[in-house]
């Protein structure tokens, strides 16, 4: 994923019966039916009409028909059993102990987010440990860390664009100024070997300098190139480059994995790459589902599948939490799709 820079049955039916007028030559022969052929009758004589009424009136009033004994065993009505509908699931609680975020600080325009509104969204960070942020421009660097500091959360930085290092390096390192304690890694570019923005000798080449510039600004902690589980199976160089592997992998992308196995398949591939690397440790810096889209084979986007898969994933990471950061915090309306995203990019938002 490519972030950071702008770039129950049916109701029987009723029959109205509808009450025909009875004429006075009826009713009198009604009247003269002798008893043997008449319903049961009451010995209550029937009321005396009051005077006065009209002449050709005639009271066809009858006492009520007795209510049928109940049977010793009556049968059950049959009306189907009321079926409750699925319970939709929620979404899961989100257990700190290191687990990660990813974040963007942009509106759904793309324009650049405020101070306090980067405040506010870490207010929303409370079941997180760790932001992952991906880049240095709308100066983003001060405001998250300003953020981090009130919110006692750990930052995962990024540098995005690596034709411009220097630039980026320059703002991060004036960004964090003496708050490196905050940062827990550096990552320097994601996903520019899958999407092919750069070759791998590039990359590896830039993680490299920048280790440098950042170990003389007192930034001693891991610096890596964040890219997919696939380009990192391929390249294990650029694991190589880095202090651990930082793998984005996405279940949804694989038309076989359904969002209630997301969470085995990320750990599958986590291992692919730590395999493949020569036994490094590896991070799975990206992994989520989307609400809405279009659905890939078996990965069908929608809230509920969201909710799946978030669920699957933590359970898959219980205690392993710092080696996860969930993707992302809130939908990227900024964002525009390609023919690989399945008209989802947008709506990956946890909160």
């Not at 039916?33 to 009321?47: F, G, I, K, M, N």
């Not at 421009?137 to 919110?151: E, F, G, I, S, T």
């Not at 290092?165 to 964090?176: K, P, R, T």
Request: aromatic share 8%; net charge positive.
């Amino acid at each position: 994923m490519k972030t950071g820079q702008r770039s129950t049955s049916a109701k029987p039916t009723l029959t109205a019966v509808r009450s025909l007028p009875i004429t006075k030559d009826a009713a009198n022969r009604i009247a003269q039916t002798p008893v043997s052929q008449s319903l049961h009758r009451s010995s209550t004589p029937a009321p005396t009409p009051p005077p006065g009424g009209n002449s050709n009136a005639v009271d066809l009033s009858l006492p009520p028909l007795p209510l049928p004994s109940p049977t010793k065993n009556p049968l059950p009505l049959s009306v189907p059993p009321l079926v409750s509908p699925p319970k939709t699931p929620g979404s899961p609680n989100f257990p700190g102990n290191g687990l990660g975020i990813c974040y963007a600080p942009y509106g759904d325009n793309g324009e650049c987010k405020t101070p306090q509104q980067v405040e506010s969204d870490f207010s929303k960070f409370g079941g997180f440990d760790t932001v992952r942020f991906y880049g240095t421009d709308c100066n983003q660097v001060p405001m998250v860390v300003a953020a981090a500091n009130k919110y006692q959360k750990k930052l995962f930085a990024g540098i995005y664009d690596i034709e411009k290092l220097d630039e980026a390096l320059h703002n991060l390192i004036q960004g964090v100024q003496s708050s490196w304690a905050l940062i827990v890694t550096v990552a320097i570019g994601n996903e520019r070997v899958n999407s092919g923005q750069s070759s791998v000798s590039e990359v590896v080449g830039s993680v490299s300098k920048a280790r440098k510039v950042l170990r003389d600004a007192g930034y001693t902690g891991p610096v890596v190139t964040v890219d997919t589980f696939n380009a990192l199976i391929a390249h294990p160089e650029l694991c190589e480059a880095s202090d651990f592997c930082a793998a984005n992998i996405h279940a949804f992308f694989d038309p076989n994995t359904e969002a209630s196995n997301a969470g085995g398949f990320v750990k599958k591939q986590q291992e692919r790459v730590s395999r493949a690397a020569g036994g490094k440790m590896t991070v799975v810096t990206e992994s989520g589902w989307p609400k809405h889209g279009n659905p890939n084979g078996k990965a069908v986007p929608s809230p509920e599948n969201h909710n799946l898969a978030l669920a699957s994933l933590l359970s898959a990471f219980k205690g392993k939490e710092r080696s996860l950061y969930l993707f992302s915090a809130f939908d990227d309306k900024w964002k525009k799709d390609n023919p690989s995203t399945f008209g989802a990019e947008k709506y990956w938002g946890i909160l």
